[in-house]
């Protein structure tokens, strides 16, 4: 029994550090998106609510040349920090694209893709951690 107690509370503790990790890495990414010019940018934790990842970053470009610019600084910047991207969705030209980190996931939009995909309602369970307008 006490074994049992020992193996779910270390199995916490995997779980809670993973899970700060997530949100250090989404911190990272919102760093590099507002150096990038990002704007209304939006870090929530989905824990909880959401069973393949811990932490969302949503954030808006003016153009779909910027959307490629800031998908390229925030893979660069994080790949050399120890953290590439496992997949990548969507294309500049589309107007969002979606980079996974594992427990992260950084949603870039254009100024229309981001109210047509309204995220924000569809995760408004989360928490906000960061919100910058």
């Known amino acids: 029994m006490a074994r049992m107690a020992s193996e779910q509370t270390e199995t916490a503790q995997i779980d809670t550090a993973q899970a700060e990790a997530a949100l250090l890495l989404a911190r990272r990414a919102v760093d590099i998106a507002s150096d990038r010019g990002a704007h209304d940018i939006l870090l929530l934790d989905v824990r909880g609510i959401c069973f393949y990842a811990d932490a969302f970053v949503l954030l808006s470009a003016e153009s779909k040349r ?5 998908e390229e600084e925030i893979g660069k910047a994080l790949r050399a920090e120890g953290h590439p991207v496992s997949h ?45 307008q």
């Open 66 to 70: 910027q959307v490629k610019a800031i």
């Open 88 to 132: 990548t969705e969507g294309e500049a030209d589309a107007g969002w694209i979606l980079m996974d980190f594992g427990d992260t996931i950084v949603h870039i939009f254009g100024p229309e893709e981001r109210s047509f995909y309204d995220l924000e309602q569809l995760w408004r369970q989360a928490v906000q951690l960061v919100r910058i």
